[in-house]
Nanobody, 128 residues
């Protein structure tokens, strides 16, 4: 089992940047593919970005491609989401998640129910 704790959220003006962190504790971090999701008020949770166990593969939602970058540091048991050129529509609670399926099943996934562990979320608010 792994515990996930997000941090780094806050209030930022449109065009600004934030870096979210997700610290993992418990089992070996490198065994998990990791993902970021977000949920805006009144909307369903949606995929943002994913990264494979060693960081060699990444995937992004079309809405954030070119603006957001997911990365990980397995030595620090942490996954990051660098968010640049933020827009008001990026306002949401951001969650990190861990996928414990074997690497041969999939390097990354966009599918919410394929993630096994979730953090509590961190609020990101982008003002216009």
């Amino acid at each position: 089992q792994v515990q996930l704790v997000e941090s780094g959220g806050g209030l930022v003006q449109a065009g600004g940047s934030l870096r979210l962190s997700c610290a993992a504790s418990g089992r070996t971090f490198s065994r998990y593919a990791m993902g970021w999701f977000r949920q805006a008020p009144g909307k369903e949770r949606e995929f943002v970005a994913a990264i494979s166990r060693r960081g060699g593969s990444t995937d992004y939602a079309d809405s954030v491609k070119g603006r957001f970058t997911i990365s990980r540091d397995n030595a620090k048991n942490t996954v990051y989401l660098q968010m640049n050129s933020l827009k008001p529509e990026d306002t949401a609670v951001y969650y990190c998640a861990a996928d414990e399926r074997p690497a041969w099943v999939a390097a990354t996934t966009k599918t919410e129910n394929e993630y096994d562990y979730w953090g509590q979320g961190t609020q990101v608010t982008v003002s216009s």
